[in-house]
């Protein structure tokens, strides 16, 4: 925010800025404001400023002065004017990027009405460069912006023509296009030495977004066809690392010539959608049918390469284009879930977001290659070894399970390589007697097991990052045990143990002489019982009460340290029950005036105390946090929890507010919501500064009944749309059995009681068969199939509820 003088007088040559120019309240350009506000984070990434000029009320120059100035934006190039923009034409963060990239690019962007002048560019280019051709229904959509940012970086290399013409889209396509939706070719014009010749087109099969974009103009600027002398397995293209199958056609000396034609022919067909390699039999030993002559590799981690025979071009195109045909030929078992979900079209949107997201990502392998599968057999062998060994019990064919697999791939690709972590999962649909043992009753189930110890189960958030931290934290003892002094001091640092100095977490030092036996005990039970999630450690050494002075406090007694031991806060222990020393560890790690987020809001709403929460565009002003924390560090802090909420960082609070008033109010707001009672909302005054003295008196008024509620939230319960699912109900008694084959082992009967489970104890297999043909189920091949094949029909009878 700058003076016009101040503005003028710093305007570098070639340097652009848009700028606003507005007297000191202007209420009617808040809205506009806000928009360029979010915007200028985006235009600096091109270096591109934005100001917001201050007029004086006096001042009568030509932008503060002229008639409808307070309407108008203007782009500058130095102190050269480029464009005057109305601000109803800047109505949000892509139409201010998209509109000023474009009148700063209009030399490199052309712009074109009809046939005749696309036309025209096209033979200007041909034989020297490439062109972006794309159409949008409308200049300052997400659309406009994405390509004008594609301009901005590739500007140099292609020439990008734009057009909003839906005639002149109608008259460059073969089919009938929707108008209503943006398009994008690629004209390969450089190819074309003949005038005569017409430039090859490539459409943009994805919505138009930077990123995609970007993706295919990479694919555009890739060869055509690459000829590769060694091991599929080991080659790798563009094509691959953009998430797009390839093609190898396999080649021989005799026959190059003609390869080589047919590999352009189906690079042309499937440019944007696979790359093609010729591969030459002469030069690479392949260990394949000698009549293969097609090979397909495609993105999927751990994905065998498969080697065809096809009859023509046509077949080819075909294994890309037809994604039934592709799953076909990589795996049986998901076409016949294709089938399956043709055959329950009401399962396409699911009412549970859990279950939509994992049924939306069920064809992605999971990259477990770093997590121990356990079975029966190799169970407690496992979990013999020195390292503490983390278990994750879940069910294959259960949502919420398959959720948490996914971040539990997540943790174990973040701890790579950390040493002393162990992780391992148990699917207890093929293992039930195992998970019965541990007495594994609910899915998932996360547990730590340490050699001579009790498990510790783990009872968090399922993030990521909660994972991460639960697992590291369980690595060490829960409280612990420092011997000296030096150890103490370190380990309030955060510098002690070695193992998580890298690990930012609060440290909890608790400090006991001899004669505080009662409340050590308590402390060292509630640390059984928080280990994982916090970190605890504790010096009873003989010289404690050196350390408890230092700090001034008297054994027994709490040391906290947060921000890596740079405050350290002593905490009298004057309950000594174990339940009154956990829940003041908890209450004592929640921060004094915390950001709310979508992760930490069970924490602070389990308190049950009312709300005295500040909404806010993004961080909050200094003068705001120091009032709030004063008050919060005040002694009204135990009746309430003082709080905020960045909505640019949690955006579900535009939501908050669109439920507490009919529109979003103007921000900051300060609101008083008491969800455990009444459910009352009510906003402090905007006319007032948000000091601790403003806050307490209208806070008394509030408890006197003085002040009414801008709104009374809905008494109803939040409950699921439907009701869940009673599996065990509605399933089968039984598995049904398949037909006895020689050789087949029948299929195991859901056990009815610990002693009927064969995989489980070992029983002897049923006397038709031999003890070599038949063994437990998951040793062998033949024991698996009747297993997978019970599996299959129960999923399916799951997918028709």
């Known amino acids: 925010e700058l003076s016009p003088q101040h503005y003028f007088s710093g305007l570098e040559a070639g340097k652009a800025?848009?700028?606003?120019?507005?007297?000191?309240?202007?209420?009617?350009?808040?809205?506009?404001?806000?928009?360029?506000?979010?915007?200028?984070?985006?235009?600096?990434?091109?270096?591109?400023?934005?100001?917001?000029?201050?007029?004086?009320k006096e001042d009568a120059s030509r932008y503060c002065g002229r008639e409808n100035a307070l309407r108008k934006a203007f782009l500058f190039r130095g102190n050269r004017l480029i464009r005057e923009f109305p601000t109803d034409a800047l109505f949000d963060v892509n139409s201010v990027v998209a509109n000023v990239l474009f009148a700063l690019l209009f030399n490199e962007v052309k712009y074109v009405e009809t046939l005749a002048d696309l036309e025209n560019t096209e033979n200007v280019l041909k034989g020297k460069s490439n062109m972006v051709f794309a159409y949008v229904p409308a200049t300052g959509t997400a659309e406009h912006r994405a390509v004008m940012e594609a301009a901005f970086v590739y500007g140099t290399t292609h020439q990008f023509v734009l057009t909003t013409e839906a005639a002149l889209l109608k008259a460059t396509s073969h089919d009938d296009p929707?108008?209503?939706?943006?398009?994008?070719?690629?004209?390969?014009c450089q190819l074309a030495t003949d005038p005569a010749q017409p430039c090859r087109r490539t459409a943009l099969g994805q919505p138009l977004t930077l990123l995609n974009i970007h993706r295919?103009?990479?694919?555009?600027?890739?060869?055509?066809?690459?000829?590769?002398?060694?091991?599929?397995?080991?080659?790798?293209?563009?094509?691959?690392?953009?998430?797009?199958?390839?093609?190898?056609?396999?080649?021989?000396?005799?026959?190059?010539?003609?390869?080589?034609?047919?590999?352009?022919?189906?690079?042309?067909?499937?440019?944007?959608?696979?790359?093609?390699?010729?591969?030459?039999?002469?030069?690479?030993?392949?260990?394949?049918?000698?009549?293969?002559?097609?090979?397909?590799?495609?993105?999927?981690e751990g994905m065998p390469i498969q080697y065809l025979v096809l009859e023509d071009t046509d077949e080819v195109i075909t294994l890309?284009?037809?994604?039934?045909?592709?799953?076909?030929?990589?795996?049986?078992?998901?076409?016949?879930?294709?089938?399956?979900?043709?055959?329950?079209?009401?399962?396409?949107?699911?009412?549970?977001?859990?279950?939509?997201?994992?049924?939306?990502?069920?064809?992605?392998?999971?990259?477990?290659?770093?997590?121990?599968?356990?079975?029966?057999?190799?169970?407690?062998?496992?979990?013999?070894?020195?390292?503490?060994?983390?278990?994750?019990?879940?069910?294959?064919?259960?949502?919420?399970?398959?959720?948490?697999?996914?971040?539990?791939?997540?943790?174990?690709?973040?701890?790579?390589?950390?040493?002393?972590?162990?992780?391992s999962?148990?699917?207890?649909?093929?293992?039930?007697?195992?998970?019965?043992?541990?007495?594994?009753?609910?899915?998932?189930?996360?547990?730590?097991?340490?050699?001579?110890?009790?498990?510790?189960?783990?009872?968090?958030?399922?993030?990521?990052?909660?994972?991460?931290?639960?697992?590291?934290?369980?690595?060490?003892?829960?409280?612990?045990?420092?011997?000296?002094?030096?150890?103490?001091?370190?380990?309030?640092?955060?510098?002690?143990?070695p193992e998580l100095s890298s690990h930012h977490h609060t440290s909890l030092l608790g400090v006991f002489s001899t004669a505080t036996s009662e409340a050590k005990a308590a402390f060292e039970e509630a640390g059984n019982i928080l280990s994982g999630h916090v970190r605890m450690g504790m010096y009873f050494e003989d010289d404690a009460l050196a350390l408890s002075r230092k700090y001034s406090v008297s054994p027994p007694a709490l040391l906290l340290a947060r921000s890596g031991g740079r405050s350290v806060e002593g905490i009298a222990l004057s309950k000594h029950s174990v339940q009154d020393v956990v829940q003041m560890i908890r209450c004592e790690l929640l921060d004094i005036f915390p950001e709310i987020t979508v992760p930490n809001l069970p924490q602070y709403l389990q308190l049950r105390k009312p709300f005295l929460i500040l909404f806010s565009a993004g961080g909050i002003s200094q003068m705001e946090s120091k009032e709030m924390l004063k008050l919060a560090k005040g002694g009204a802090q135990q009746a309430f929890v003082a709080c905020w909420l960045n909505l640019k960082k949690t955006p579900v609070g535009h939501g908050i507010l669109r439920k507490y008033f009919s529109t979003t109010p103007s921000l900051p707001v300060l609101l008083w919501v008491n969800l455990h009672a009444g459910g009352q909302v009510f906003k402090f005054p905007p006319e007032q500064s948000i000091t601790e003295m403003n806050i307490l008196s209208w806070l008394e008024k509030l408890q006197a009944g003085l002040e009414i509620p801008s709104s009374t939230l809905s008494e109803e319960d939040w409950k699921p749309p439907l009701p869940a699912y009673d599996f065990l109900q509605m399933m089968e008694p039984s598995v049904p059995e398949l037909s006895a084959r020689s050789g087949d082992t029948a299929v195991p009967h859901p056990p009815k009681s610990p002693e009927g489970d064969t995989a489980a104890t070992g029983e002897e297999p049923p006397q038709e068969s031999t003890a070599e043909e038949v063994g437990s189920p998951?040793?062998?091949?033949?024991?698996?199939?009747?297993?997978?094949a019970a599996r299959d029909k129960q999923g399916k009878r799951h997918s028709e509820l």
């Open 425 to 497: 999962r148990v699917n207890c649909w093929d293992w039930p007697g195992l998970c019965s043992q541990e007495n594994v009753t609910q899915f998932p189930t996360i547990r730590i097991y340490k050699e001579g110890q009790q498990s510790g189960t783990y009872n968090g958030m399922w993030g990521t990052e909660e994972l991460s931290s639960f697992i590291l934290l369980s690595q060490v003892s829960c409280p612990l045990k420092l011997a000296t002094m030096d150890e103490a001091e370190g380990y309030l640092r955060g510098e002690f143990p």
């Open 216 to 300: 295919h103009l990479k694919l555009m600027g890739a060869p055509l066809v690459t000829e590769v002398a060694e091991d599929p397995e080991k080659v790798s293209t563009v094509h691959l690392q953009l998430g797009l199958p390839l093609v190898f056609i396999l080649s021989q000396k005799e026959t190059y010539e003609a390869d080589r034609r047919t590999a352009e022919f189906v690079a042309w067909q499937l440019l944007g959608k696979a790359g093609v390699a010729l591969l030459s039999r002469d030069l690479v030993d392949l260990n394949v049918l000698h009549r293969s002559n097609i090979a397909l590799k495609t993105p999927d």
């Open 178 to 188: 929707d108008v209503s939706s943006a398009w994008l070719l690629f004209c390969h």
């Open 320 to 423: 890309v284009e037809d994604k039934s045909k592709v799953k076909q030929i990589q795996e049986d078992e998901e076409e016949e879930e294709d089938e399956d979900e043709e055959e329950n079209n009401n399962q396409d949107i699911q009412d549970d977001q859990v279950v939509e997201a994992v049924s939306r990502d069920k064809k992605r392998e999971l990259p477990l290659e770093q997590v121990l599968v356990l079975t029966e057999e190799n169970f407690h062998s496992s979990l013999s070894e020195a390292a503490p060994t983390v278990v994750l019990f879940y069910a294959s064919w259960e949502a919420v399970s398959l959720a948490v697999l996914r971040s539990y791939s997540e943790v174990a690709a973040h701890l790579k390589g950390t040493p002393g972590v162990l992780l």
């Open 17 to 56: 800025s848009l700028a606003f120019f507005t007297p000191s309240v202007s209420p009617g350009a808040q809205p506009f404001l806000e928009q360029i506000e979010s915007s200028a984070e985006a235009l600096q990434d091109y270096g591109i400023s934005v100001v917001k000029v201050n007029c004086p």
């Open 778 to 788: 998951g040793r062998d091949l033949r024991g698996t199939a009747s297993r997978l």
